[in-house]
């Protein structure tokens, strides 16, 4: 263990100072003289922005075939995205011609360079992925494993837990390299030239750090390694402040390797002996954690997505090892069960189900969801019509189910569903309401043959555990502390095991072909950020851009609500004297992209908690249903 981790720093650590974040973006704009449009044609919507990308080359928000904007309508193809940047490279492989699946993977070796805290190569991730030809959604699973040789005390230390984020015992095998080159070989059009050479040039050139890539540089000097803070600073040794252009060599080179030999130059030979390297000089026990046969045995899984019926929509996730796309169709199922369109959007009847209906479904998340390689999850179970109903119906206006004397809810039995509940004891997985805004990235992409996808990328902590391979430029992740600290547990970590995500990549099917897609970073509060986007979009009938921008809670087994700015006095005072803890102010809960899909339109949205960027490609024309071959085989 080197000296720069201090084991007294918990996994609660306050990374994120998201304080300021109005002043900060301003000064940004000031800085960089970027422009902050009003102009988003098509939209109608009154605020809809955007904000002047002049780091991606043949790329323009003025260009009459982009619109770009907080919520902008086109034709030609669409992308929403955390990243102004990444959404215009992307949208100009739309403008090429490119699919839905070649302009995700140019947005995610994008982000990796220009949001290097959120996600990368060195972490992993899970995407959901609608192929129009085919008529077929599959997921693709990159999430990270823990190493062959892990057992259920990886964390016990000294007698003690700790799941240090900063240790080797925290990094799983990244997935995300992996997970590119899957979707582009086995979907994409283009060649992995064309789609990582964007991403090389700005890391080799130069581009523009915002105000929240600023941000998470200056608020995680405690963890970053020298490797880190010398990619984060200027020639003179001064951290990157917002408006000065970064570059990474670092990571140019290491993509050029990738782009020359594909996963392999990734996962064997010489950037693989040099992670395998940092994550053992990190580690408590090198026997434990992951090495170099680990990362040569890592694959991605393709999988079928976990369904459930919905009013007349199908509601379609990652399922295990994600809990996040379970939880929300167990949700959304029981709000429909509870009438939850009678009331209107900003009531107390209508926020009192929403948490009732969270306390129930996150303690049965606590109680039976874990990786399904080694655990028997009873998802039919959980997502059938009779346990919902029951669950439902233990639900009241003027009381709540969260048992008194209780620090948590009960999980119910749902083989079972009016037995009396289990024994409940959930590991002492310790939350971060702070993380409630990010951490990870979700982006989605959209083109006019009706190909989809919906990615929810992450490193864990902003940051990740803080390390970066020395001459690699990328942040290594700290996925395995979503492993439960505590053995016994459906989450407890095993050898090879993938610990559990809240990650919730969605989409919502009519008729088997996407009409909206969703998605959010932030941790524990994702599930609740992505399925109140669904909610508001399908139930109260609200456009892309309000879906995200209604006011929100996030709430779990614990209990104890988060709400976001907007949720009325008088519900808040009445949800209290109903039983239910609220926080004194209000926070942001999670960042949603999302994209609704009709025969004529595509219209995106991007959270304007932060400087998300929707863009759309007017060009093309709407040519849906028609697919388009995948073009596989499209070599390097
Ligand atoms: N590691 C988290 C998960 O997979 C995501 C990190 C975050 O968004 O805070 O659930």
Same mark, same amino acid.
């Given at each position: 263990?080197?000296?720069?981790?201090? @084991?007294?720093?918990?996994?609660?650590?306050?990374?994120?100072?998201?304080?300021?974040?109005?002043?900060?973006?301003?000064?940004?704009?000031?800085?960089?003289?970027?422009?902050?449009?009003?102009?988003?044609?098509?939209?109608?919507?009154?605020?809809?922005?955007?904000?002047?990308?002049?780091?991606?080359?043949?790329?323009?928000?003025?260009?009459?075939?982009?619109?770009?904007?907080?919520?902008?309508?086109?034709?030609?193809?669409?992308?929403?995205?955390?990243?102004?940047?990444?959404?215009?490279?992307?949208?100009?492989?739309?403008?090429?011609?490119?699919?839905?699946?070649?302009?995700?993977?140019?947005?995610?070796?994008?982000? #990796?360079?220009?949001?290097?805290?959120?996600?990368?190569?060195?972490?992993?991730?899970?995407?959901?992925?609608?192929?129009?030809?085919?008529?077929?959604?599959?997921?693709?699973?990159?999430?990270?494993?823990?190493?062959? =040789?892990?057992?259920?005390?990886?964390?016990?230390?000294?007698?003690?837990?700790?799941?240090?984020?900063?240790?080797?015992?925290?990094?799983?095998?990244?997935?995300?390299?992996?997970?590119?080159?899957?979707?582009?070989?086995?979907?994409?059009?283009?060649?992995?030239?064309?789609?990582?050479?964007?991403?090389?040039?700005?890391?080799?050139?130069?581009?523009?750090?915002?105000?929240?890539?600023?941000?998470?540089?200056?608020?995680?000097?405690?963890?970053?390694?020298?490797?880190?803070?010398?990619?984060?600073?200027?020639?003179?040794? #001064?951290?990157?402040?917002?408006?000065?252009?970064?570059?990474?060599?670092?990571?140019?080179?290491?993509?050029?390797?990738?782009?020359?030999?594909?996963?392999?130059?990734?996962?064997?030979?010489?950037?693989?002996?040099?992670?395998?390297?940092?994550?053992?000089?990190?580690?408590?026990?090198? =026997?434990?954690?992951?090495?170099?046969?680990?990362?040569?045995?890592? =694959?991605?899984?393709?999988?079928?997505?976990?369904?459930?019926?919905?009013?007349?929509?199908?509601?379609?996730?990652?399922?295990?090892?994600?809990?996040?796309?379970?939880?929300?169709?167990?949700?959304?199922?029981?709000?429909?069960?509870?009438?939850?369109?009678?009331?209107?959007?900003?009531?107390?009847?209508?926020?009192?189900?929403?948490?009732?209906?969270?306390?129930?479904?996150?303690?049965?998340?606590?109680?039976?969801?874990?990786?399904?390689?080694?655990?028997?999850?009873?998802?039919?179970?959980?997502?059938?019509?009779?346990?919902?109903?029951?669950?439902?119906?233990?639900?009241?206006?003027?009381?709540?189910?969260?048992?008194?004397?209780?620090?948590?809810?009960?999980?119910?039995?749902?083989?079972?569903?009016?037995?009396?509940?289990?024994?409940?004891?959930?590991?002492?997985?310790?939350?971060?309401?702070?993380?409630?805004?990010?951490?990870?990235?979700?982006?989605?992409?959209?083109?006019?043959?009706?190909?989809?996808?919906?990615?929810?990328?992450?490193?864990?902590?902003?940051?990740?555990?803080?390390?970066?391979? @020395?001459?690699?430029?990328?942040?290594?992740?700290?996925?395995?502390?979503?492993?439960?600290?505590?053995?016994?547990?459906?989450?407890?970590?095993?050898?090879?095991?993938?610990?559990?995500?809240?990650?919730?990549?969605?989409?919502?099917?009519?008729?088997?072909?996407?009409?909206?897609?969703?998605?959010?970073?932030?941790?524990?509060?994702?599930?609740?950020?992505?399925?109140?986007?669904?909610?508001?979009?399908?139930?109260?009938?609200?456009? @892309?851009?309000?879906?995200?921008?209604?006011?929100?809670?996030?709430?779990?087994?614990?209990?104890?609500?988060?709400?976001?700015?907007?949720?009325?006095?008088?519900?808040?005072?009445?949800?209290?004297?109903?039983?239910?803890?609220?926080?004194?102010?209000?926070?942001?809960?999670?960042?949603?992209?999302?994209?609704?899909?009709?025969?004529?339109?595509?219209?995106?949205?991007?959270?304007?908690?932060? =400087?998300?960027?929707?863009?759309?490609?007017?060009?093309?024309?709407?040519?849906?249903?028609?697919?388009?071959?995948?073009?596989?085989?499209?070599?390097?």
């Amino acid at each position: 263990m080197t000296d720069d981790i201090d @084991p007294t720093k918990e996994i609660e650590g306050r990374d994120i100072d998201t304080g300021g974040r109005q002043l900060n973006r301003r000064r940004f704009l000031e800085l960089t003289g970027v422009s902050a449009g009003s102009l988003a044609l098509g939209t109608g919507s009154a605020t809809a922005e955007y904000q002047e990308v002049t780091d991606v080359g043949g790329f323009s928000c003025e260009h009459p075939q982009f619109n770009c904007g907080q919520e902008v309508s086109a034709a030609g193809g669409m992308v929403s995205t955390v990243d102004p940047i990444a959404a215009g490279v992307a949208a100009r492989v739309l403008r090429e011609g490119g699919t839905a699946f070649d302009a995700a993977v140019a947005l995610q070796y994008t982000l #990796n360079v220009t949001q290097p805290h959120g996600s990368g190569i060195g972490g992993g991730g899970f995407t959901v992925v609608h192929e129009a030809a085919s008529g077929t959604t599959e997921v693709i699973d990159s999430r990270e494993r823990a190493s062959q =040789d892990a057992t259920p005390d990886l964390y016990l230390h000294e007698g003690e837990y700790n799941q240090n984020i900063q240790t080797g015992e925290a990094m799983g095998t990244p997935g995300t390299a992996m997970a590119l080159e899957t979707l582009r070989e086995e979907y994409g059009t283009m060649s992995r030239q064309r789609l990582i050479n964007p991403a090389i040039k700005l890391a080799r050139n130069g581009f523009t750090v915002d105000w929240f890539l600023a941000e998470q540089i200056h608020g995680n000097t405690h963890k970053l390694n020298d490797a880190a803070l010398e990619t984060y600073s200027d020639d003179a040794g #001064n951290l990157y402040e917002a408006g000065d252009t970064m570059t990474n060599p670092d990571l140019a080179d290491t993509f050029e390797i990738i782009k020359r030999e594909g996963p392999d130059g990734f996962y064997e030979g010489p950037v693989a002996a040099d992670l395998a390297a940092t994550i053992s000089e990190y580690a408590r026990d090198p =026997d434990q954690v992951v090495d170099e046969e680990d990362l040569a045995n890592y =694959d991605v899984k393709i999988n079928e997505p976990v369904r459930k019926e919905w009013y007349d929509v199908e509601l379609v996730g990652q399922p295990m090892p994600s809990s996040g796309p379970t939880v929300i169709e167990m949700m959304l199922r029981m709000l429909e069960f509870l009438n939850i369109g009678d009331y209107d959007v900003r009531s107390t009847e209508k926020y009192h189900l929403f948490a009732e209906s969270m306390y129930s479904c996150w303690a049965d998340r606590m109680a039976y969801m874990g990786d399904d390689e080694f655990v028997d999850v009873p998802v039919d179970e959980l997502l059938s019509d009779a346990y919902l109903q029951a669950r439902a119906d233990q639900i009241e206006f003027g009381t709540t189910v969260f048992p008194e004397n209780s620090s948590t809810m009960y999980p119910g039995d749902p083989w079972n569903a009016s037995a009396k509940p289990p024994d409940f004891n959930p590991s002492e997985k310790l939350f971060d309401s702070a993380a409630a805004i990010g951490n990870t990235t979700h982006f989605t992409t959209v083109d006019r043959w009706g190909n989809a996808v919906s990615w929810t990328s992450t490193i864990e902590r902003f940051m990740g555990s803080g390390k970066m391979v @020395p001459g690699r430029g990328f942040m290594i992740n700290n996925e395995l502390t979503d492993f439960d600290a505590e053995p016994g547990g459906p989450n407890q970590p095993n050898g090879w095991k993938r610990p559990l995500s809240s990650t919730s990549p969605m989409m919502v099917l009519r008729d088997g072909k996407p009409e909206f897609t969703a998605g959010s970073p932030g941790g524990w509060s994702i599930p609740d950020a992505t399925l109140q986007a669904i909610l508001h979009r399908y139930v109260y009938d609200q456009s @892309p851009l309000e879906s995200i921008t209604e006011p929100r809670l996030y709430t779990h087994h614990y209990g104890g609500i988060t709400w976001s700015e907007g949720v009325p006095d008088g519900a808040r005072d009445t949800l209290e004297s109903w039983g239910h803890s609220l926080n004194d102010g209000p926070s942001p809960v999670g960042n949603v992209q999302v994209i609704a899909i009709d025969d004529d339109e595509l219209t995106g949205a991007a959270d304007p908690n932060r =400087d998300g960027q929707a863009v759309g490609y007017t060009g093309g024309g709407r040519n849906r249903g028609q697919g388009r071959d995948r073009g596989r085989g499209h070599g390097n």
